[in-house]
Nanobody, 123 residues
Framework: VQLQACGGGLVQAGGSLRLSCAAS????????MAWFRQAPGKEREFVAV????????YYADSLKGRFTISRDKAKNTMYLQMNSLKPEDTAVYYC?????????????????WGQGTQVTVSS
């Protein structure tokens, strides 16, 4: 599985962005997928995870209500809709996938990672 994240950019506080993560390779449709982020000088942290069907999701508590994770199995693509963005959301956002993980927030449990896309929120 190869993952390609895109959609980052510069946005003002209160604005929105939608990130995409395109997957290639076999059996992607059976993988759980997740978004993580890493702010400058900080550790990578969990954002959200979605199951293989797209019917179940789990979010970091601090992001509930502002971020929405989804996936389009026909397009082999996962999305992260980010609304009401804040300067503290500035980070490199990474997508990740694994065939065995189940709603995990642990970085070390994901086998496949995208290259990351930069999101910068100005105040």
């Amino acid at each position: 599985v190869q993952l390609q994240a895109c959609g980052g950019g510069l946005v003002q506080a209160g604005g929105s962005l939608r990130l995409s993560c395109a997957a290639s390779g076999r059996a992607f449709s059976r993988y759980f997928m997740a978004w993580f982020r890493q702010a400058p000088g900080k550790e990578r942290e969990f954002v959200a995870v979605i199951n293989w069907s797209g019917g179940s999701t789990y979010y970091a508590d601090s992001l509930k209500g502002r971020f929405t994770i989804s996936r389009d199995k026909a397009k082999n693509t996962m999305y992260l809709q980010m609304n009401s963005l804040k300067p503290e959301d500035t980070a490199v956002y990474y997508c990740a996938a694994d065939p065995s993980v189940r709603y995990s927030y642990r970085i070390d449990e994901y086998s496949y990672w995208g290259q990351g896309t930069q999101v910068t929120v100005s105040s």
